[in-house]
């Protein structure tokens, strides 16, 4: 089970490359083509450090795992670099979409670095700039090893980052707006106004491999949370996954890992 956990961690790490950003769309409207990068732009609110959210990450309406993203910024090799702190606590979810990918679960913590002073940008993609990993109360610490530097893969913004396993990445298609339309969400007891789109995607082929089924995606966006997205649903191959916001505040997040890079070993084969 460690090794899902940690694999799933890695290949996130891996996932991380530069790019320069793209405009994103003022109002998705039906019949618009738009991409899965110009969907979760939309209405993006950068997070501050010391901001967080906590989803619930569910398959055909039950839960599987909570899943707590917290953001910060501090010295990384004497440069500014900005982080995201992911913290779960369940059982992985497996069978996700298309890469069949896992969201990580059981008592694990990462945090990634990214080559960015911060989150200001909803369409940049991020370069990986390091990592650590808390697995119980073992540390590890992800890339830049001299022995085995990472390969180089695909960029991606980071709400594609923080879907890692729910969504499918990387996703360059278009697909088209079936529906955009003011509905009310709840969360934490705190009526919100958000926008839920839907947008549907076809089969695409991907050179060699096997490509990437139909799908219908649907956004739950606000302006009044941090990155702006209060709901996302996959419907794919007659499953339906899904991450819900639970609760989420600004300013009052506290790391958990704060040990700093340089005192923490290589996790193996890093």
């Known amino acids: 089970m460690r090794a899902l956990l940690v694999a799933s961690a890695v290949g996130l790490v891996m996932a991380t ?3 320069p950003a793209r405009p994103s769309i003022v109002s998705p409207r039906a019949g618009q083509s ?32 909570a899943k707590t993203i917290g953001f910060g910024s501090e010295l990384l090799h004497d440069q500014p670099a ?6 779960t606590q369940q059982p992985a979810l497996r069978g996700v979409p298309v890469s069949m990918q896992h969201v990580a679960g059981g008592s694990l913590t990462w945090k990634m670095y990214v ?30 090893n001299p022995l085995s530097p990472p390969e180089a893969a695909s960029s991606q913004t980071l709400q594609s ?24 969400r709840t969360v934490d007891g705190r009526e919100l106004q958000t926008v839920h789109t839907t947008v549907d995607f076809s089969p695409n082929a991907l050179g060699t491999v096997a490509g990437l089924p139909g799908s219908r995606v649907e956004t739950w966006q606000t302006s009044d ?23 989420f505040g600004r300013g009052s997040y ?7 890079i340089d005192t923490v070993p290589y996790f193996p084969g890093s």
Do not use: C, H, K
Not at 34 to 44: G, I, M
Not at 56 to 65: E, Q
Not at 123 to 140: K, L
């Open 17 to 19: 490359f530069v790019s």
């Open 34 to 65: 738009v991409t899965q990068t110009d969907l979760l732009s939309y209405l993006f609110v950068a997070p501050q450090p010391g901001d967080w959210l906590r989803y619930v990450v569910s398959v055909n309406g039950n839960p599987i795992v």
């Open 82 to 87: 900005a982080y995201f702190e992911i913290q």
């Open 115 to 144: 080559n960015a002073a911060d989150f200001t940008d909803g369409t940049r993609t991020y370069a990986f700039a390091g990592g650590i990993v808390r697995i119980g109360d073992s540390y590890f610490r992800l890339g830049g």
């Open 161 to 184: 980052l923080l879907l890692f396993g729910l969504l499918p990445m990387p996703d360059a298609r278009s697909g088209s707006v079936v529906a955009s339309e003011p509905e009310a």
């Open 225 to 247: 949370v941090p990155l702006g997205l209060v709901s996302v649903r996959v419907t794919e191959n007659a499953g339906v996954f899904s991450m819900d916001l639970l609760s």
């Open 254 to 260: 506290r790391e958990q890992i704060t040990r700093g």
